[in-house]
């Protein structure tokens, strides 16, 4: 078992919908957010932080998850007693985000929030876990989406030998999973830097 599951219960019984305004407001609420690491063999999924806007706290920096806030219509989507709001809005962001083709089932595998400001605090990560074997589907997730969508034409495969030289542009979340699921990928956190961010959790 691991700490994510009770969380994933806790946000399917309790869990409230608030406006995107309002809940960038509240520190008495945590905002979760759906998210897959997307491995490839000995390579990860990455977008690159400049195709991100100016104001988005993500720009200039390189991302290797995707996810999103879960939205109302994730709701809608729960068909089955297996299918949580947590699992829609993963679904419904990976075909938004990277490509539409079916990829294999995510493991749940913790959670992340990095508190050095009030703003990024008021976030938490559900770390999903994706392994993709099939090299069809590694092609179809690198071209361009159907319809000029966002998608697989803005993402790279990035070897995890080569995160080492990139790891001053890597985002905070995107660090601590990679530390926490590949601890040989990257340079040893330094000692004395403190807890910036929450521990991953995985089985216990």
């Not at 609420?29 to 759906?34: K, N, R």
């Not at 998850?65 to 419904?92: P, S, T, Y």
């Not at 994706?130 to 966002?150: E, M, N, T």
Request: proline share 7%; aromatic share 4%; charged share 25%.
């Amino acid at each position: 078992m691991t700490l994510v599951e009770p969380f994933v219960r806790a946000l399917q019984r309790d869990g409230i919908y608030l406006s995107r305004e309002r809940a960038e407001t509240r520190a008495d609420y945590v905002q979760p957010i759906p998210l897959a690491l997307v491995q490839y063999g000995n390579q990860v999924l990455a977008l690159p932080g400049h195709h991100r806007l100016p104001g988005d706290r993500l720009h200039g920096l390189c991302a290797l998850w995707f996810g999103g806030h879960i939205d109302e219509q994730d709701d809608d989507k729960q068909d089955d007693d297996k299918q949580d709001r947590v699992n829609a809005c993963l679904v419904r962001e990976l075909r938004e985000e990277v490509s539409s083709v079916e990829l294999p089932a995510p493991e749940r595998v913790g959670l992340v929030r990095d508190r050095r400001s009030p703003q990024s605090a008021l976030h938490v990560g559900i770390v999903h876990h994706i392994v993709v074997r099939d090299s069809s589907v590694v092609h179809a997730i690198q071209q361009p989406a159907p319809g000029g969508k966002p998608g697989g034409a803005r993402t790279k495969l990035i070897d995890l030998a080569e995160l080492r030289s990139i790891e001053g542009r890597l985002e905070p979340w995107s660090l601590f999973i990679i530390r926490r699921l590949f601890p040989d990928a990257l340079q040893p956190a330094r000692c004395g830097s403190g807890r910036p961010v929450d521990a991953m959790t995985r089985r216990l």
